[in-house]
Nanobody
C-alpha cells in the first residue's frame, strides 16, 4: 500500500488543521493506521492511531483531547483533525499503516509510511 499525507501548513497558535492520508494500491480495511510526528532533532512520536478491527482510536499523551483520528475505508482515506494547536506541535507529520487488527505507537511495527507533511504552528 502507498500512502500520501497532505494538509499541513502554517497555522497560528490555537488554530486547527486537518491532515489527510490517501492510500492506494490496497484497500485499507485490514490495516491499522497511525499518525506520527517528528520534530527536528527528535524521535518519531505517536500522535494518534485507529484499529482496523473495531475502529477504536487512541491519542498520544501530548495531544490528548486535541486530536481526532478517523477513517473512511470506502474512500481509502484517514484523517487527523488537530485543534488548539501549540507551537510545540510543529513537526513533520506522517501516516503509517500496518496489516493488523490493533494499532499502537511503536513506529517499527508499521510497514508502510507516507512521505510526511509539515505542520508549523507560529504567530
Amino acid at each position: 500500500v502507498q500512502l500520501q499525507a497532505s494538509g499541513g501548513g502554517l497555522v497560528q497558535p490555537g488554530g486547527s488543521l486537518r491532515l489527510s492520508c490517501a492510500a492506494s494500491g490496497s484497500n485499507l480495511d485490514y490495516y491499522s493506521i497511525g499518525w506520527f510526528r517528528q520534530a527536528p532533532g527528535e524521535g518519531r512520536e505517536g500522535v494518534a492511531c485507529i484499529n482496523s478491527s473495531d475502529g477504536n482510536t487512541y491519542d498520544g499523551d501530548s495531544v490528548r483531547g486535541r486530536v481526532t483520528i478517523s477513517r473512511d475505508n470506502a474512500k481509502n482515506m484517514v484523517y487527523l483533525q488537530m485543534n488548539s494547536l501549540k507551537p510545540e506541535d510543529s513537526a513533520v507529520y506522517y501516516c503509517a499503516a500496518e496489516l493488523g487488527r490493533w494499532c499502537n505507537f511503536l513506529a517499527d511495527s508499521y510497514d508502510y509510511w507516507g512521505q510526511g507533511t509539515q505542520v508549523t504552528v507560529s504567530s
